[in-house]
């Protein structure tokens, strides 16, 4: 979960899928086939965790599967690093607004300005300002450097504030218990070998 200011500040960056909540050395301390097991659960419910994080920030914020799927990353469980839980992770890049389902609205009389809004948690979040709200395609802000203006495209917007909104404690029980359904279900079948 990515970090958020305020009473929430403590919160950690990613997600992590753990089979084992003991040391490094308790986990070398298990036989072969139960690291197996342990490693394999906790890689298959993280692939599955990606999958649903991935469809659920896509589906939430309107914004191409592809771009979410591109900054969703997972650190896998490892056998020879002996790490027994596996990471996801958020590359917090903007997604281009040409990737987002987003809308402008006037935020003057004027008529020259606007700001570009997009949805979260089913509702309309604002996310960027003073924009041309005549402009076609790709929306186009202006910036001053020196004496000149000049004109840009808007940059983009990140995905932090939908992967906190669905990073939450339903995911880590889906988390939670996908990972002990997997683990009895791989470790039946390493030890019937």
Do not use: C
């Not at 089979?19 to 692939?47: D, H, M, W, Y």
């Not at 997604?95 to 570009?116: C, L, N, P």
């Not at 995905?159 to 404690?169: F, G, P, R, S, Y």
């Amino acid at each position: 979960m990515a970090r958020r200011r305020g009473k929430n500040s403590r919160l950690p960056k990613g997600v992590v899928v753990g089979g084992l909540s003991e040391s490094q050395k308790a986990f070398k301390a298990l036989p072969a086939a139960t690291r197996r097991a342990i490693a394999g659960a906790v890689n298959e419910q993280a692939a599955e965790t990606r999958k649903a994080l991935v469809g659920r920030i896509s589906e939430d914020g309107q914004v191409r599967r592809s771009e979410v799927n591109k900054r969703v990353t997972i650190r896998r469980a490892s056998l020879k690093e002996d790490r027994p839980f596996a990471e996801l992770k958020l590359n917090r890049a903007p997604v281009r607004f040409r990737h987002w389902q987003y809308s402008t609205r006037q935020t003057d009389g004027t008529g020259t300005r606007a700001s570009i809004w997009v949805r979260k948690g089913g509702q309309r979040m604002r996310v960027w300002g003073f924009v041309n709200p005549q402009g076609k395609g790709v929306p186009l802000t202006r910036y001053r450097k020196g004496k000149r203006d000049r004109i840009r495209r808007a940059a983009g917007w990140g995905l932090k504030n939908h992967w906190n909104h669905q990073v939450n404690d339903r995911l880590r029980d889906e988390i939670a218990t996908g990972v002990d359904d997997k683990f009895l279900r791989r470790f039946e079948k390493e030890w019937s070998k």
